[in-house]
């Protein structure tokens, strides 16, 4: 029901926008979020957007760099990620969460896009 997309190959300093579109259901009330998960690591919290899109919540590893944004006509969430780095290597997932306000767990979130690979070279 969430597909995620737009991840690829990019020099550091570079910049891409991931996509999630959302498919069989309407996820304009629901608050979206964007986690990753690296090789070995955990998966976590990169960014959240309410479900209008006026209150946004960032990762500290992120702050600055990456922008969310959605767009309900469209069942579409995206990421706006600049000045990459090669930390910033993942699979990128977005999700949605029913319980109203901004949240940054990944038990906090009900439907879960399969992934698209960002991979950021040095």
């Known amino acids: 029901q969430l597909q995620a997309s737009g991840g690829g190959l990019v020099q550091a300093g570079g910049s891409l926008r991931l996509s999630c579109a959302a498919s069989g259901r309407t996820f304009s009330s629901y608050t979206m979020g964007w986690f990753r998960q690296a090789p070995g690591k955990e998966r976590e919290f990169v960014a959240s957007?309410?479900?209008?899109?006026?209150?946004?919540l960032y990762a500290d590893s992120v702050k600055g760099r990456f922008t969310i944004s959605r767009d309900n006509a469209k069942n579409t969430v995206y990421l706006r990620m600049n000045s990459l780095k090669p930390e910033d290597t993942a699979v990128y997932y977005c999700?949605?969460?029913?319980?109203?306000?901004?949240?940054?767990?990944?038990?906090?979130?009900?439907?879960w896009g399969q992934g698209t690979q960002v991979t950021v070279s040095s």
């Open positions: 999700a949605a969460s029913i319980i109203y306000g901004l949240r940054r767990g990944v038990s906090e979130y009900d439907y």
């Open positions: 957007i309410s479900w209008s899109g006026s209150n946004s």
